[in-house]
């Protein structure tokens, strides 16, 4: 589903943040990404969906290469893949429902389409009861089960979260975890990077280290640990 071939990319002010990056992430797998501050990690999941594109080097999803996209197609492929960022990104002005719908209305779905799908996706998230609420009437936790449907409301095959966890205490994130788990027993991709110790030697899955822009551990059922 993602393949990375000597992908290297170094930032207009001289900073290497990918240094020969080779990897394979099949379908339907949980991938964490962990690695210290600076490794490499963002840069790492926005080259996968095209918000920065690598200096050198190829990446394919679904075997379709990104460079070899035009401007006008990377919407296109942002579809396909759900983003979940630490700071959730929800439109104050919309309340539950609408922040969700946006998702659709802006890829002109269908109104009856649209009502199922934002029904059955925040129900998804444990948040149907409170559709009507504005996102500062809700606590972090519920923010992020709402960013949460936004990303997956179109069912995409793919799903990048950078730190969905990182503003929220063990056990809201705990309840993050879950609807991830849920998302990847449906089928879908997901990976994640974090700095959660505890979930990720709890909750076990395949872990990537990027320490100084490459990837220098890669192992499945994995642990967090990492020097320095
Ligand atoms: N837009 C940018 N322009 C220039 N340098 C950047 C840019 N984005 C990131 N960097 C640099 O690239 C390196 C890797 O950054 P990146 O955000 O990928 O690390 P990270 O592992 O996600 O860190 P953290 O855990 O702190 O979020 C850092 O040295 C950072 O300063």
């Given at each position: ?202 909750i076990r899955h395949r872990v990537l280290l ?19």
């Amino acid at each position: 589903m993602i393949k990375m071939k000597n992908v290297y990319k170094k930032y207009s002010n001289g900073v290497v943040a990918a240094n020969g990056i080779n990897i394979d992430i099949n379908r339907g797998e949980f991938v964490y990404v962990v690695g210290p501050s600076g490794a490499g990690k963002s840069t790492f999941i926005k080259m996968m969906y095209r918000e920065e594109a690598p200096t050198s080097g190829q990446i394919f999803i679904d075997g379709t290469e990104l460079g070899s996209l035009k401007n006008k197609e990377i919407p296109y492929l942002r579809r396909q893949i759900g983003v979940v960022f630490q700071d959730f990104k929800l439109l104050p002005r919309l309340n539950v429902y609408e922040n969700v719908a946006f998702a659709l209305e802006v890829i002109e779905e269908t109104p009856t389409e649209i009502r199922k799908k934002v029904t059955d996706v925040l129900a998804l998230v444990g948040l149907s009861q409170k559709a009507r609420m504005f996102p500062n009437e809700l606590s972090g936790g519920e923010q992020q089960r709402v960013s949460i449907a936004r990303s997956i409301v179109n069912e995409p095959k793919l799903v990048i979260a950078d730190e969905p966890t990182g503003n929220l205490d063990p056990d809201t994130s705990l309840g993050i975890m879950n609807i991830f788990e849920k998302i990847n027993n449906r089928g879908a991709t997901i990976i994640m990077a974090t700095h959660n110790k505890d979930i990720v030697n709890s909750i076990r899955h395949r872990v990537l280290l990027v320490e100084g822009g490459m990837i220098t551990r890669d192992e499945y059922e994995g642990e967090y640990s990492y020097e320095g």
